[in-house]
């Protein structure tokens, strides 16, 4: 029996498990579905415990780490709060978090590394970020070897480490000019012969990755919650949440109503706000300013059937914009509550939840999930020495050559 198929959510039509869109046009993603209505823990190391819900045929055992959910005492009692459960994304020992990268964007990279080698693929990976995505790649390649090719913004190359020695399959390329320069040139060189786009939200392994918070959420609380925060920039965790939620309503031990996703964006650059709200809450200078600029995405999955806007009508959710001012604040209640650091990211969802309890969207008695996109960096630190990954090639956006010149580089560097 098969394990899952992929369907275009407009058509219907059942594709290759590997596609990332519908041949009919890109005005729908793809969606998994599984042949196991019932999700069943296994006891495979990290995410690949809920390997019978993730689109593969086999684990990366090595490195790889999962959501860990607790539930708050301090935090909830400083905000009134009684069954608070917060899904730990990062690096925390002492709660058995060993999300290696200390974000969530490793749930993503492992089952898309996974499918890559199912099919045998020899091109090289290009992925394009500002920073934590670009990092959990570069940690799944330096295990498997893949061949990667990371195009990131001058300005984010400081989060380009990883905990490995050899990095020798990672081709680090900066690149200097516009914030979205980084992401059209990679897009160019990934369309090239011998290259191969990861896909992004279009993705379905990044989201039943990503959709592993809400199962491990809801296996370790017994129940699906009423509502659902997180940070978001392009959203895709919340579609991941959405859908990891259906499953589980359609399984039937945890409840059938889908928690009401409440998703938070930084001011003063909140695009998927601005799309949910129908207000202008994007500054010329974005993303200058932001209190983290990991949750800037110019062009959201938001309309798209089965995308940001889809996700938060069904579930009757919400978008929130919070200030830097607001997001500092709830920075240090969390750190000091639960004693542990988080990622600027994940402070932008704590500090929607402070937003969402002042205005009685939430009430005191009900269950609550807050996704913790990040954290423990300072705590990994203690225990590791991070590797700087070095640059290849700089390169600016102005250059006409860029594309061509980033190009040699890499085929050179990898031999193909
Ligand atoms: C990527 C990221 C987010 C936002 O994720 P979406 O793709 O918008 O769901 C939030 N927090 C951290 C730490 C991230 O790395």
Request: net charge negative.
């Amino acid at each position: 029996m098969k394990k899952y198929d992929v369907k275009c959510l407009l058509c219907g039509e059942v594709h290759n498990p590997y596609s990332l869109s519908c041949k009919k046009g890109d005005d729908s993603l793809l969606r998994a579905y599984y042949t196991a209505k019932q999700l069943m823990p296994t006891d495979m190391p990290g995410l690949w415990r809920y390997y019978n819900w993730l689109p593969v045929e086999g684990i990366i055992e090595e490195g790889s780490g999962r959501t860990i959910t607790y539930k708050s005492e301090k935090l909830a009692s400083a905000l009134g709060l009684d069954d608070l459960w917060i899904a730990f994304n990062g690096y925390w020992p002492e709660r058995d978090a060993y999300l290696m990268t200390c974000t969530f964007k490793d749930l993503e990279s492992f089952p898309t590394m996974q499918r890559l080698m199912e099919q045998e693929e020899k091109r090289i990976m290009v992925v394009a970020s500002a920073g934590n995505t670009a990092r959990a790649f570069a940690h799944v390649c330096s295990i498997t070897g893949q061949p990667l090719l990371l195009v990131v913004p001058k300005e984010s190359v400081h989060r380009l480490w990883t905990i490995h020695d050899d990095n020798h399959s990672v081709c680090l390329v900066t690149v200097e000019g516009d914030y979205f320069d980084a992401i059209a040139l990679a897009g160019k060189i990934a369309s090239r012969e011998g290259f191969v786009n990861e896909g992004g939200a279009k993705n379905v392994a990044r989201r039943d990755g990503m959709g592993t918070v809400m199962l491990d959420a809801v296996l370790t609380s017994n129940e699906l919650p009423a509502h659902y925060f997180q940070a978001v920039g392009s959203g895709t965790g919340g579609i991941s949440a959405w859908e990891a939620s259906m499953r589980l309503v359609e399984d039937g031990r945890f409840g059938n109503t889908l928690p009401k996703l409440h998703l938070g964006q930084s001011l003063p650059c909140a695009p998927l706000y601005s799309l949910w709200k129908g207000t202008d809450a994007i500054d010329a200078a974005c993303p200058d300013e932001m209190y983290d600029d990991v949750l800037f995405n110019r062009k959201p999955p938001f309309a798209v059937k089965g995308g940001v806007k889809n996700a938060l009508e069904a579930s009757g959710g919400d978008i929130y914009a919070v200030s830097n001012e607001e997001a500092s604040y709830a920075q240090d209640l969390f750190e000091k509550s639960e004693g542990i650091d988080i990622n600027p990211a994940a402070a932008v969802a704590v500090a929607t939840l402070v937003q969402a309890v002042k205005a009685g969207n939430v009430k005191p008695g009900e269950k609550i999930v807050l996704n913790i996109t990040g954290g423990g960096q300072k705590r990994l630190i203690k225990d590791y020495e991070l590797k700087q990954l070095p640059v290849s090639l700089a390169v600016s956006a102005k250059d006409e050559d860029a594309e061509n010149m980033v190009v040699k580089k890499v085929t050179e560097g990898f031999g193909v």
